[in-house]
Nanobody, 122 residues
């Protein structure tokens, strides 16, 4: 599985962005898809995840109520809608694909995208 993330950019606090992650391969719907982020000098952290059929959603507490994860299995794409952005959301955002396990754990994910930069100005 190859993952290509896009949609990052510079936005003012309170603004919105939508990230996309396009996946190759014909087994996309079997994968749990996750979004992680890494700010400078910090560890990569879990943001959100979605089950293969989209029926289960998971969020980090810091983004719950502001971010929405979704997927379109027909398009092999997962999305992260980010609203009410804060400067603390500034990071490189990565999408990842995994088969099973604790969705907030990095080691669960076998495939990673290249990352897309999100910068939120105050």
């Amino acid at each position: 599985v190859q993952l290509q993330a896009s949609g990052g950019g510079l936005v003012q606090a309170g603004g919105s962005l939508r990230l996309s992650c396009a996946a190759s391969g014909r087994t996309f719907s079997t994968y749990v898809m996750g979004w992680f982020r890494q700010a400078p000098g910090k560890n990569r952290e879990f943001v959100a995840a979605i089950s293969g059929n989209g029926g289960r959603l998971y969020y980090a507490g810091s983004v719950k109520g502001r971010f929405t994860i979704s997927r379109d299995n027909a398009k092999n794409t997962v999305y992260l809608q980010m609203d009410s952005l804060e400067p603390e959301d500034t990071a490189v955002y990565y999408c990842a694909a995994g088969l099973s396990g604790s969705v907030a754990t990095l080691s669960v994910y076998d495939y990673w995208g290249q990352g897309t930069q999100v910068t939120v100005s105050s």
